[in-house]
């Protein structure tokens, strides 16, 4: 007796694909930490051997010090200064809100996150509004040591 | 499933409705359950394109401590210890360059990788330790990339009282 020959359909696989796209996702969820709205892209000191400790500050206030200037020879540069993600704004105006948050919380601790190519000057005067305001704790931003040390 | 005999199939189907009927009907028929996965792709795909988009990959910053005096820098009591003063200054060397001077000795470092043997051998001697007070004072062009490379070399040196100085 003759059997029928049965019709095969062409099907496409989906589980390797699935397999692969899961994976994707689940490598970009354990390596993504969404970086915070307060560092502003800039170039961090990068010291070597760096001591820097990537620890969590509570009650922190991030001064964002960037700068307009290419090389530290350029004296035609600027150094434009901002709390956190806020707009920029003047030495004046920050000591005021640092004044502010200091009353409202004596625990202030100030973290300065400075641009490695401006003057020292101008991070200077950051820290100076900082010691008026008599907030003792302070942070500076470098890079974490890498796996090269 | 236990079969029923031909009487009690005919008793049910005359006891049914022609709408229980037809819903019978219905149910005979066998259709393969197929599970749909194509709202699941889309939305795993569109997880995988969000991601791959806003992921950035950076290097992790991290904090150097400090301590800044209470009233703006201004001395209340006259240091017992003289402090080791680090002297930062820019140089014509390559770009962006900068020398070190150390007040009262006289083979200073050239960079901050240096600073960090040096203060750990100052510390060596007779008069100094790791409390004594390491004052960086840097003129007002010098990078600031420069300062905070000698701050962490103050650090790595064990140094327990560094403060930033003026020129």
């Known amino acids: 007796m003759l059997r029928k020959r049965e019709k095969s359909s062409i099907t496409f696989n989906m589980a390797p694909m699935i397999d692969v796209v899961f994976l994707l996702i689940i490598f970009f969820m354990l390596v993504s930490t969404f970086a915070s709205a307060e560092n502003i892209p800039m170039e961090i000191p990068n010291p070597e051997r760096s001591l820097a400790e990537n620890v969590k500050i509570v009650d922190r206030v991030v001064i964002n010090c960037r700068t307009t200037q290419m090389s530290p020879d350029d004296e035609s540069g600027k150094a434009v200064y901002s709390i956190g993600p806020n707009r920029p704004e003047s030495l004046e105006s920050i000591s005021k809100r640092l004044a502010a948050a200091r009353s409202a919380n004596p625990k202030l601790k100030v973290i300065i996150r400075a641009d490695k190519r401006l003057r020292y000057e101008h991070v200077r005067a950051v820290m100076s509004v900082v010691a008026e305001n008599e907030i003792e704790d302070m942070s500076l931003v470098a890079h974490v040591a890498g796996l090269d040390g | ?167």
């Open chain 2, 1 to 167: 499933m236990r079969s029923r005999g031909p009487s009690n199939r005919l008793q049910t189907m005359m006891d049914a409705t022609p709408h229980t009927r037809r819903y019978r009907r219905k149910r005979k028929g066998k259709s393969p359950l197929v599970l749909n996965l194509a709202p699941m792709i889309d939305v795993t795909f569109l997880l995988l394109i969000f991601f791959s988009v806003t992921t950035t990959f950076r290097r992790a910053e991290g904090f150097l401590a400090a301590k800044l005096p209470k009233d703006a820098g201004r001395p209340v009591v006259a240091m017992p210890i003289t402090p080791i003063i680090v002297r930062i200054e820019p140089a014509d060397v390559g770009f962006g360059g900068y020398q070190l001077r150390v007040d009262h000795f006289v083979n200073a470092p050239a960079t901050a990788g240096e600073l960090v043997g040096f203060l750990r051998e100052i510390h060596d001697q007779p008069g100094f330790s790791n409390e004594t007070p390491v004052v960086l004072a840097a003129t007002p062009d010098v990078a600031w990339d420069h300062v905070v490379a000698c701050w962490n070399a103050a650090l790595r040196a064990n140094c327990n009282n560094i403060s930033f100085g003026r020129q």
